[in-house]
């Protein structure tokens, strides 16, 4: 039962990802999902920060629970293991950046609270990248192409997000067409795919239970004498 809730922390983990993004934008009047990180609603002067500060350590907690239940779930197998414990080292990323080193809105210079937000940024991504590569190589041939797809898209719209964020900043304006959408593209893709792992760990799990409970019981040596 114990491994049963910490596996379904991914699942609560994504989920909470999800509604905290679409309560925070609700309630920031102006805020544009299609031009807008997700950053700022942590950023120093954003009205959506408190909510992320209460939020950031319950989701933290959900994905090291998650990543316990993958490491316990993993037997011997040490590519499963270090996808549990690289769920770990994001988790711990996830809820030192917003805390300690936040982004500021509308300042013209960056701080080295900005440049620990994008060192910290770029170490989240890193930690996907292995996460998916282990977990291509850690389970069966669907979930393998399923995990290829997702780093793949990762790849992709992280690098995309980067080109955009960029262009922004060059050309000093404060508009970031599309900014919003692929980054969120890059996000969603990898919450869907902690999901999909959940469930398939939940399941495996469980179709092991049912062949454990339909295997007879061996009869003693001491009853058969």
Same mark, same amino acid.
Request: aromatic letters at 12%; hydrophobic letters at 55%.
């Given at each position: ?6 596996l379904g922390?991914g ?7 999800v ?5 925070a934008?609700?309630s920031?009047?102006g805020?544009?999902?299609t031009?807008q990180?997700f950053?700022?609603?942590?950023a ?5 920060r408190p909510l992320?500060l ?6 933290s907690a ?5 990543g316990?239940?993958? !490491?316990?779930?993993?037997g011997?197998?040490?590519s ?5 414990a690289?769920?770990v080292?994001?988790a711990?990323v996830?809820w ?11 300042v013209?210079e960056?701080t ?6 994008i060192?910290?940024?770029?170490v989240?991504?890193?930690? !996907?990248?292995?996460?998916?590569g282990? +977990?291509?190589?850690?389970?069966g041939?669907?979930?393998? !192409?399923?995990? @290829? +797809? ?11 997000t980067?080109?955009i964020?960029g262009a922004s900043?060059?050309a000093?304006?404060?508009?970031a067409?599309?900014? +919003? ?8 893709s990898?919450?869907? !795919?902690g @999901? ?7 399941r ?8 454990h ?5 061996p ?7």
């Amino acid at each position: 039962m114990l491994r049963k809730i910490l596996l379904g922390c991914g699942i609560l983990s994504s989920l909470l990802y999800v509604a905290d993004d679409i309560l925070a934008g609700a309630s920031w009047r102006g805020y544009d999902f299609t031009a807008q990180a997700f950053s700022d609603y942590s950023a120093i002067g954003a009205p959506t920060r408190p909510l992320i500060l209460l939020v950031s350590p319950i989701y933290s907690a959900l994905v090291i629970a998650f990543g316990a239940g993958v !490491w316990w779930s993993a037997g011997r197998r040490w590519s499963r293991r270090l996808i549990g414990a690289l769920l770990v080292v994001y988790a711990l990323v996830s809820w030192a950046w917003p805390q300690f080193f936040p982004i500021h809105l509308n300042v013209a210079e960056a701080t080295s609270s900005d440049t620990m937000h994008i060192v910290l940024t770029v170490v989240t991504v890193l930690s !996907w990248v292995l996460i998916l590569g282990f +977990g291509a190589a850690a389970f069966g041939s669907r979930f393998r !192409w399923y995990s @290829i +797809g997702t780093l793949l898209t990762v790849l992709v719209f992280g690098a995309l997000t980067g080109v955009i964020a960029g262009a922004s900043q060059s050309a000093m304006t404060e508009s970031a067409p599309w900014l +919003g959408v692929a980054e969120r593209i890059n996000i969603y893709s990898f919450m869907l !795919w902690g @999901i999909v792992l959940a469930i398939g760990l939940l399941r495996a799990r469980e179709a092991a239970a049912a062949r454990h409970e339909e295997e007879p019981t061996p009869i003693p040596r001491a009853v058969v004498r």
